[in-house]
């Protein structure tokens, strides 16, 4: 399957590595939301954004359908969740090779439903990354069904942010996300902002210090 997706290449001075950071967007978005955010990327990433496989519509694209419950709950569609996983790993592995990055430096990131499958595929492989980055996203609780082994998770980060207002996926599920993800043996690094479903400066700013932490750690 083609990827569609848009790139900037890192810009390392000679004693520096190279990063590579990939953008997943939300559901209805496409490719071209998130590689917004590439001038604010520290340097050393190569950053891709890439677009979801299955299409809604013109410029429209998600990770997988979803049915909202009567009681507010979500029931997505197993089987496009698990292509897009499958799919994002190839990804992952072809981007890897044909940068010369190493999955100790990759972070896979994203926003809503591109965070949801950030996180479910650093808690299922994270062979393949370095770390993932979660903006305002929950926890699909089939990922604990699918779990690697704990220690598997060691030497991993996990970046999970949210708005105290956000009225499409509630504060409560990243706190969630956090209680679940605290026992296990990651560097988590939550945070929790003013704002909605949207990526505020402040939390833009901090997102990306976090970010450029992970290079300055490494070094």
């Excluded at 979660?134 to 999970?160: C, F, I, K, N």
């Excluded at 026992?183 to 988590?188: E, G, H, I, M, S």
Aim: proline share 7%.
């Amino acid at each position: 399957m083609h990827v569609h997706h848009l790139y900037r290449p890192a810009n390392i001075a000679p004693d520096q590595a190279a990063w590579l950071l990939v953008l997943l967007h939300g559901v209805g978005s496409n490719e071209a939301d998130l590689f917004s955010l590439a001038p604010a990327v520290p340097a050393p990433f190569h950053v891709v954004s890439l677009r979801a496989p299955f299409a809604m519509g013109p410029d429209s694209h998600a990770w997988f359908a979803f049915d909202v419950l009567p009681d507010g709950g979500r029931r997505i569609d197993a089987a496009q969740e698990a292509t897009s996983r499958e799919l994002l790993g190839q990804v992952l592995d072809q981007l890897q090779a044909a940068l010369a990055v190493p999955p100790e430096r990759t972070v896979l990131g994203g926003f809503s439903q591109g965070g949801i499958m950030a996180m479910s595929l650093l808690l299922t492989e994270p062979q393949r990354m370095g770390a993932a980055m979660a903006l305002h996203s929950r926890l699909l609780p089939e990922v604990s069904e699918r779990m690697a082994a704990p220690e598997a998770l060691a030497g991993h980060a996990l970046w999970v942010s949210h708005g105290l207002q956000d009225d499409v996926i509630p504060i409560a599920q990243a706190r969630a996300t956090r209680d679940f993800v605290r026992d296990l043996p990651l560097a988590l690094s939550y945070h929790e902002f003013n704002g909605q479903h949207d990526i505020p400066l402040d939390e833009l700013q901090a997102a990306m210090a976090w970010l450029d932490g992970l290079t300055a750690d490494s070094v």
